[in-house]
C-alpha cells in the first residue's frame, strides 16, 4: 500500500531536480570553455618624475637583508605590446608586490592585470603568487578574472626584458595561458 502511493512523489521529485540541473548546466554554458594567450610588456616605473611604482611601506629591519624583507610597493604599471617606453599601451598591473622571503628576493604578487584593448577592453586577470625577481623565468598563478576572463585559471611567465639597476626600472615580458569561459 505504501509503495504505490510513494511512487508517484519519488518520480515527481526526481523530475524536479532533473529540470533544476538542466537549466543550471544551460545557463552557465560549460562547454564553450577557451584556451587564451597573451604576450605583453610590462613597465615597473620606480624612478621618474611620474613614478607608477611607490613604496607604500617597510620595516625598520627592511634595509639591513638584501631582500629588502617588509618592502610593500604600490604599482599601477603600463602593459604595451613592445618593450620601448612608447609602446601602444594595451593594459595595467594594479597592485601589490612585497619582499616576502627574509633570504632571497622573492616578491609577493598581488594584482590585477587590467586590459584595455579591443575585446578584452574591461576584462581582468587575476594574479596571486610569488616572483623570484632575480631568476630568469618565473611563473606566477592566475587565480581569477572577469569579463571576458570569468572562471579564469592559468598561469603567466616573466622574463625580464631589462632593468636599470641603478633607477630600479625594469621592463618584463609576460607569457599567459589562461582557460576561461
Ligand atoms: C633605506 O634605504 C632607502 C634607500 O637607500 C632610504 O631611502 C631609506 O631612508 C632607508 N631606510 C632606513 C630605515 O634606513
Ligand atoms: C574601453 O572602454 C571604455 C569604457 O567603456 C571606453 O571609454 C574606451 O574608449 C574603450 N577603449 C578602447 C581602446 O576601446
Known amino acids: 500500500m505504501s509503495k504505490t502511493l510513494h511512487k508517484p512523489l519519488f518520480l515527481i521529485i526526481i523530475f524536479i531536480l532533473h529540470s533544476f540541473t538542466t537549466i543550471h548546466s544551460k545557463s ?3 562547454k564553450k570553455q577557451k584556451q587564451t594567450h597573451l604576450h605583453f610588456y610590462f613597465h615597473d616605473i620606480v624612478t621618474a618624475r611620474h613614478p607608477t611604482a611607490v613604496k607604500v611601506a617597510s620595516a625598520p629591519t627592511t634595509n ?3 631582500s629588502f624583507f617588509g618592502l610593500v ?3 599601477d604599471d ?4 613592445g618593450p620601448e617606453p612608447g609602446s601602444k599601451l594595451v593594459g595595467r598591473a594594479q597592485g ?26 574591461g576584462s581582468t586577470l587575476s594574479i596571486l603568487g610569488r616572483n623570484a625577481a632575480l631568476t630568469p623565468m618565473r611563473e606566477m598563478p592566475i587565480v581569477g578574472g572577469t569579463g571576458l576572463f570569468r572562471f579564469a585559471r592559468g598561469y603567466a611567465q616573466a622574463k625580464t626584458h631589462s632593468i636599470d639597476f641603478k633607477t630600479g626600472n625594469a621592463v618584463v615580458e609576460y607569457n599567459v595561458f589562461v582557460l576561461h569561459y
Open 28 to 30: 552557465f554554458n560549460f
Open 64 to 66: 639591513t637583508t638584501r
Open 73 to 75: 610597493m604600490m604599482m
Open 78 to 81: 603600463p602593459l604595451t605590446v
Open 96 to 121: 601589490l608586490y612585497a619582499s616576502a622571503d627574509l633570504k632571497d628576493l622573492g616578491l609577493l604578487m598581488v594584482l590585477n592585470y587590467y586590459f584595455m584593448e579591443g575585446k578584452y577592453n
